[in-house]
């Protein structure tokens, strides 16, 4: 095996910085404007329900990210926590699943942008505009972390802005009882409400659990941060901020609306809610907050994601000289700005796949990720290398970490029923598995001294 020297990342972040950019990648706004439709169409006027129960399941679900991401925070994030508490293998597996799961991601950003864009300039071409938007997102992402951050959080601010026009419109015209929303929700077809079913409040939930996951992304910008062992405590403070900033406006919409089968039935709720309580200039603004939302997303899943694939060149995981290129640090920028490029060319390609198949092959990616996880708090602790003093530790354990992985196997099991569009995502998931053993068998195991993944557990011992 090649050996090279690797110049570290820079600490140079604070809890703010690492915040910032880690809700722009969860990208609250987009997820409210875009998912949150969804939900809307699926749960009637239960969606304000949907949300604060889907974020429940997720701040359960995130625990165990938490606790692993303290204890190993490292810039590989959930393949290097996942290698250095189940070992190599498991590891390994996890850098499959998180790299596909990358790709798919910045596709969808890149294509959600190319898609609003389009919404007030038609004559824009849809795949030039993605790999466009993801060009020019990478040319921010490689600048220094510290001014990355200023970037995605005056992003941020819009699209926060956004929600909150959304929230005042809403309650500042209430014409719907907030105790009625909660205590009968209901679903609308064809102009009337009826009683929303538990099966539709649970597609509903899981719908807004997805759209306020992600928190743990932090983890990728912890060896970037001063004391990155108070990682988990801040990854749990950005998963309550996420819930609070989709739950206040989704309520304030359906508290405020005259007409809620018009609404909720409209294709875009939003815009309908929009129509109704504003003029078209507000609706314009809107959709322009969307777009700064998900380029801004676009921006801090590069960043994010290229910290991933630096460190997977510092484990070397690729071949020869490649692992050298790819942990390659800017002299000035002290970013990893090979890696983030390589990804922000492989992902442009991704862009000239149909939106709905990338959501399709995307659906799974997480469910095995929640599984590894809780696993891996699971075996560490019963050794005592997590949640020791000073670092964070999940609550009620191991009840929490038996719910999370019990949750998985429910979605993963309504998934593969889900012929449509579940089941394909989970086959692209076992082939994802598959591929990943086979490489690490016949390549990583078979190389001389086999492979360790000696710069993690470098860079935990002296984080």
């Not at 190319?114 to 071409?125: E, V």
Request: hydrophobic share 55%.
């Amino acid at each position: 095996m090649s050996d090279f020297e690797v110049k570290p990342l820079l600490r140079v972040l604070g809890p703010l910085g690492v915040m910032f950019l880690t809700l722009s990648v969860l990208s609250p706004g987009a997820s409210v404007l875009v998912a949150g439709a969804d939900v809307l169409h699926t749960a009637g006027t239960g969606a304000p329900l949907a949300f604060l129960l889907g974020g429940v399941l997720t701040l359960i679900f995130t625990f165990s990210q938490a606790e692993l991401g303290s204890a190993y925070p490292l810039a590989g994030g959930d393949y290097a926590i996942v290698g250095n508490s189940l070992g190599p293998r498991a590891g390994f597996v996890q850098f499959g699943i998180t790299l596909i799961g990358s790709l798919i991601f910045l596709a969808i950003c890149g294509t959600g942008v190319a898609l609003y864009m389009r919404a007030l300039w038609p004559g824009l071409p849809f795949g030039g505009t993605a790999v466009g938007a993801l060009a020019l997102a990478s040319s921010i992402a490689i600048l220094n972390i510290r001014t990355g951050a200023l970037f995605t959080g005056a992003f941020l601010l819009v699209e926060l802005f956004a929600l909150a026009l959304l929230a005042v419109l809403g309650f500042g015209h209430a014409t719907q009882s907030a105790v009625q929303i909660f205590t009968h929700p209901l679903s609308f077809a064809g102009g009337s409400g009826s009683p929303l079913s538990l099966s539709a409040l649970a597609l509903a939930i899981a719908a807004g659990s997805w759209a306020t996951s992600g928190a743990g992304q932090a983890i990728y910008f912890s060896e970037e941060m001063h004391e990155p062992k108070h990682i988990g405590r801040l990854v749990i403070v950005i998963v309550v901020i996420t819930v609070f900033c989709e739950f206040v406006p989704v309520l304030g919409v359906i508290v405020g609306t005259d007409h809620l089968s018009s609404v909720l039935e409209s294709e875009s709720p939003f815009n309908a809610f929009l129509a109704e309580r504003a003029s078209p200039v507000f609706a314009t603004i809107v959709t322009i907050c969307v777009i700064a939302a998900l380029f801004n997303a676009c921006i801090s899943v590069l960043s994010c994601y290229g910290r991933f694939i630096y460190s997977s060149g510092r484990d070397r995981i690729w071949p020869g000289s490649l692992n050298r290129l790819l942990s390659t640090v800017h002299g000035r920028f002290g970013s990893p700005w090979v890696a983030t490029l390589c990804l922000a060319a492989t992902a442009a390609a991704c862009c000239f796949i149909s939106l709905p198949l990338l959501i399709i092959l995307a659906s799974g990616f997480q469910i095995v990720t929640w599984m590894m996880l809780n696993l891996g708090v699971i075996a560490r602790r019963r050794r005592g290398t997590t949640g020791v003093p000073g670092t964070f530790r999940t609550p009620l354990f191991p009840l929490m970490n038996v719910l999370s992985l019990a949750a998985s196997a429910a979605l993963a099991f309504s998934a593969w029923e889900d012929v449509a569009a579940g089941r394909p995502g989970m086959l692209v998931v076992i082939a994802t598995i598959a591929l990943s053993l086979a490489y690490y068998e016949l390549v990583l195991v078979k190389r001389r001294g086999g492979w360790t993944m000696f710069s993690g557990v470098r860079t935990a011992e002296t984080s």
